[in-house]
């Protein structure tokens, strides 16, 4: 057992437990996964992880910290003015709160007693007071990132349209639009050098949150149920572990 795989986990981050919350990641599992997801928040025996990608991490912070000058300024970025859209980063006194893992944005859905939550990148507003979500991502492909047309992006765009509803359960006007900044690392460069270049690219997404309701509902119902549910169509975890269950 490693540092950075214990199973299972304490109770208390069991649904159930005073430390279980119901996360935008464990909400894209369940769409993933349902029979994943049960044995993680039931009975905390969670997927394997994967490798941490700190270089991602970095990036995230290195962003935060640029887009913060602005936000203290109250001025529009220089990525935002090449895109021509005039928006500047959101203050509140709980921004650095909402960009926390593990607190993040919350609401509390009375019906089902669950406690949402949601750590964004960060938020822009317009003159108006209409807020804008903004994701980092960052990676590094030959070709040009315009736009998200990939099938396993799906969780990308859930992710931003999570983090729109928990914005608007909060009281907040929220735009369908949010906006990703994509950072592609160079490979074409003569040398390293010491130093890794990006080009960063403002993409745009209208999101749509009408899913959302229903999901948390069939959550709360996986929840309560005693019965282990059928595993994901395309789980490679569930995959491997009926093909090892063959020898």
């Known amino acids: 057992m490693t ?3 214990k199973i299972p986990r304490q109770a208390s981050h069991n649904y159930g437990g005073k430390q279980w919350k119901l996360s935008r990641s464990k909400i894209n599992l369940f769409m993933e996964c349902p029979k994943c997801f049960y044995l993680d928040n039931k009975s905390g025996i969670k997927r ?13 912070a290195l962003l935060k910290k640029e887009f913060d000058i602005h936000r203290a300024k109250n001025k529009v970025h220089p ?10 980063p959101f203050q509140h006194e709980l921004i650095d709160e909402w960009r ?11 019906k089902t007693g669950m406690t949402i939550t949601g750590a964004v990148d960060d938020i822009w507003v317009d003159k108006k007071g209409l807020l804008y979500v903004v994701d980092y991502k960052a990676t590094s492909k030959n070709a040009d990132i315009i736009e998200l047309d990939q099938d396993w992006q799906i969780s990308y765009k859930r992710q931003m349209e999570v983090y729109q509803w928990l914005l608007r359960q909060n009281g907040f006007k929220v735009a369908d639009t949010g906006y990703f900044v994509y950072c592609n ?9 010491a130093m890794l270049e990006f080009d960063v690219t403002l993409i745009a ?25 059928e595993s994901g169509g395309d789980c490679d975890y569930c995959k491997y572990c009926k093909e090892v269950n063959k020898l």
């Open 48 to 60: 394997p992880p994967g490798f941490p990608f700190n270089l991602n991490s970095a990036v995230d």
């Open 185 to 193: 690392g160079k490979t074409d460069k003569k040398a390293f050098d």
């Open 205 to 229: 997404y209208k999101g749509d949150d009408g899913w959302i309701e229903k999901e948390i509902m069939n959550i709360h119902k996986c929840l309560n149920s005693n019965t282990i549910p």
């Open 100 to 110: 926390e893992n593990f607190k993040g944005v919350q609401f509390y859905h009375k």
């Open 3 to 5: 540092q950075y795989y």
């Open 79 to 88: 990525l935002l003015k090449s895109y021509k859209v005039n928006l500047v």
